[in-house]
């Protein structure tokens, strides 16, 4: 059993960039679920995907969007990049309603 | 809106001795709560669920509604204890299980 990965481990990426943080389920899970964890805080639900479609949403602005692939893959896409989007981006996926997520390793991001 | 509060930034303790990490919450439903832990270099993983009344590694967590609370305890604390252990109290709306995480408590256990 493969557990989630997502790449890259690290980004540095310049106010009002684009990025694109790439997440590949654990097998066997349709559902995607991305936080963001600031330094010192916990993290914090940004929006999850089941079976390639939005499937609710926390308090970001809409520059944050997202997408999951017929393989259950998926991506989170942040435009216009702000200083306080540095944080670490965290990857959970899920079977169905399953409650335990599993997460990955994270991606950190630095905007400069 | 749901919040989880855990006070305790840090946690030091020394080996054998108990532990409880704190964690209120506030929520308007009937809450469904858990306990992730990260280990130094390992990712965040799920501890334990109230709704189990499981004791995973020695600890148990008891929900209590009253005082709108969810304490991490073990009586006899390891070294191995030591991590990052973050509150979560999930909200369920259809196949959506979203969760809202503490900032998390740090406990050091000193041999």
């Given at each position: 059993?493969t557990?989630v990965t997502?790449?890259?481990?690290?980004?540095?990426?310049?106010?009002?960039?684009?990025?694109?943080?790439r997440c590949s389920s654990q097998s066997g899970h349709n559902t995607v679920?991305?936080?963001?964890?600031?330094?010192?805080?916990?993290?914090?639900?940004?929006?999850?995907y089941y079976r390639e479609?939005?499937?609710?949403?926390?308090?970001?602005?809409?520059?944050?969007?997202?997408l999951q692939f017929p393989n259950y893959s998926s991506e989170?896409?942040?435009?216009?990049?702000?200083?306080?989007?540095?944080?670490?981006?965290?990857c959970?996926s899920?079977?169905?309603?399953?409650?335990?997520?599993?997460?990955?390793?994270?991606?950190?991001?630095?905007?400069? | 809106?749901?919040?989880?509060?855990?006070?305790?930034?840090?946690?030091?303790?020394?080996?054998?001795?108990?532990?409880?990490?704190?964690?209120?919450?506030?929520?308007?439903?009937?809450?469904?709560?858990?306990?992730?832990?990260?280990?130094?270099?390992?990712?965040?993983?799920?501890?334990?669920?109230?709704?189990?009344?499981?004791?995973?590694?020695?600890?148990?967590?008891?929900?209590?509604?009253?005082?709108?609370?969810?304490?991490?305890?073990?009586?006899?604390?390891?070294?191995?204890?030591?991590?990052?252990?973050?509150?979560?109290?999930?909200?369920?709306?259809?196949?959506?299980?979203?969760?809202?995480?503490?900032?998390?408590?740090?406990?050091?256990?000193?041999?």
């Amino acid at each position: 059993e493969t557990g989630v990965t997502q790449s890259p481990t690290h980004l540095i990426k310049t106010r009002g960039q684009q990025v694109t943080l790439r997440c590949s389920s654990q097998s066997g899970h349709n559902t995607v679920s991305w936080y963001q964890q600031a330094l010192g805080q916990g993290p914090q639900f940004i929006f999850q995907y089941y079976r390639e479609e939005e499937n609710g949403r926390g308090n970001f602005p809409p520059r944050f969007s997202g997408l999951q692939f017929p393989n259950y893959s998926s991506e989170l896409n942040v435009n216009a990049l702000e200083l306080d989007d540095s944080a670490l981006y965290l990857c959970a996926s899920t079977q169905g309603s399953a409650y335990e997520q599993y997460f990955g390793p994270g991606t950190r991001l630095t905007v400069t | 809106a749901q919040r989880v509060t855990q006070p305790e930034k840090l946690l030091s303790v020394f080996k054998g001795a108990p532990v409880e990490l704190k964690c209120n919450y506030s929520y308007s439903g009937s809450p469904e709560l858990f306990w992730y832990v990260q280990y130094s270099r390992q990712r965040l993983q799920l501890l334990l669920r109230h709704i189990s009344r499981e004791s995973i590694k020695g600890f148990t967590a008891d929900l209590n509604k009253g005082e709108t609370s969810f304490h991490l305890k073990k009586p006899f604390a390891q070294e191995e204890d030591s991590a990052m252990y973050y509150c979560a109290l999930s909200e369920v709306r259809g196949s959506n299980y979203k969760l809202t995480f503490g900032k998390g408590t740090l406990l050091t256990v000193n041999p």
